[in-house]
């Protein structure tokens, strides 16, 4: 942990008056690097000019810095989707996603590590394997640096749906919520944070009980042995010990899951699968989102058509279900779902 403590974004507000104290400060300068990195979003310590230069100094001459991530490498899809390459500094790139909303809002899918060891069969994250686990700095820096680089795409929404698996990941991604939602910073509300799982059992039943945010579970298989052939990590975790500890996930009033279902054509879309689906999220309060795969280079599956996508959604809706289709933002960029793939040749 100690590498990671010299980025101040990934610090609470009590750890950082523990950090000003050792340092001969009163613990009030804590609670203002606070402020001034997560609610007026300094982008460095030359920033934070309410605090005295010398403890600016000091901190600086400690090795600490505000953040962890710069930003690297900006693209601007045609539809204003931007997608951010991030360095970390151990040279590494992450990428994150802000997708724009209807209401003119943006929704921002975060990274939680570089790479994905899961290696989910219609994914190009997981293609790439895995380097390591983010930080919590690295991952509220991520939110930080859009809000402060990019103040004409207000970000409403975060999803933890960019490169990597959250819940293996969970001290760093709980830290980063608690971090995301603290009063004195961005303060963000439980329902404006979903985290999406492939279906990581432990760290679904952690998450439950230590954050209170929405959760979302990366399903893409109605049976337990189309789901192992296309997320291996389901021989790990099996459907129904996943709908188990999805059924003890606390829920309050009008809350519901959200299941991804990312479609695949003549693998995952057929009547059959739509109503195996229905079968098995019955007794759960749930949406489903479908998204109908985006092929990219080097991946085994086609892009179905909206005829087939439409007919799995009525489908769904025939049998009560709250279902909704995801179509895609930022393809021409490869910032849709499931094609992050930063490496180090992006820095
Ligand atoms: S879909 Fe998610 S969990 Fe699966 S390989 Fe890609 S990043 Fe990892």
New binding site residues.
């Given amino acids: 942990m100690a590498g990671e403590t010299k980025h101040l974004s990934g610090l609470l507000p009590a750890e950082l008056e523990d950090l000003t104290v050792r340092l001969g400060e009163k613990p009030y300068r804590g609670r203002q690097l606070f402020e001034q990195i997560h609610a007026r979003l300094a982008t460095s310590l030359d920033d934070v000019s309410v605090l005295p230069a010398a403890l600016r100094q000091h901190l600086s001459a400690q090795g600490f810095s505000a953040h962890g991530l710069t930003i690297s490498k900006i693209q601007e899809s045609s539809d204003t989707t931007v997608k951010m390459g991030l360095s970390t500094s151990d040279g590494l790139v992450v990428e994150s996603v802000l997708i724009p909303m209807e209401t003119g809002a943006f929704t921002q899918c975060m990274s939680s590590q570089a790479g994905?060891a899961?290696?989910?069969a219609f994914?190009m994250?997981?293609m790439l394997g895995w380097t390591r686990n983010l930080t919590a700095a690295e991952i509220v820096d991520q939110h930080l640096l859009a809000l402060a680089g990019f103040p004409e795409r207000p970000v409403k929404n975060l999803v933890f749906m960019g490169?990597?698996?959250p819940l293996l990941n969970v001290d760093e991604v709980v830290k980063a919520i608690r971090l995301l939602q603290h009063e004195r910073g961005r303060n963000l509300s439980p329902r404006r944070i979903t985290v999406s799982t492939?279906g990581i059992v432990p760290g679904i039943r952690r998450l439950g009980q230590e954050v209170d945010c929405l959760l979302a579970v990366?399903l893409n298989a109605p049976t337990q042995e189309l789901r192992a052939e296309l997320?291996p990590v389901s021989r790990r975790y099996p459907l129904d010990e996943l709908m188990a500890a999805l059924k003890g996930f606390p829920l309050p009033p009008r809350r519901r899951i959200t299941f991804e279902y990312v479609l695949l054509p003549g693998v995952n879309d057929s009547p059959a699968h739509a109503r195996d689906l229905v079968r098995l999220l019955s007794h759960i309060r749930c949406k489903v989102n479908l998204i109908p795969f985006n092929p990219f280079p080097g991946s085994r599956f086609a892009r179905p058509s909206d005829e087939s996508v439409d007919r799995f959604l009525e489908l769904l809706a025939a049998k009560q279900m709250v279902a909704t289709i995801r179509r895609s933002r930022g393809s021409d960029i490869l910032a849709a779902c499931?094609q992050l793939a930063g490496t180090k040749d992006d820095a």
Avoid: H, K, P, V
């Fill in positions: 994905c899961l290696g989910c994914c994250t997981g490169m990597g698996e492939a990366s997320m499931g």
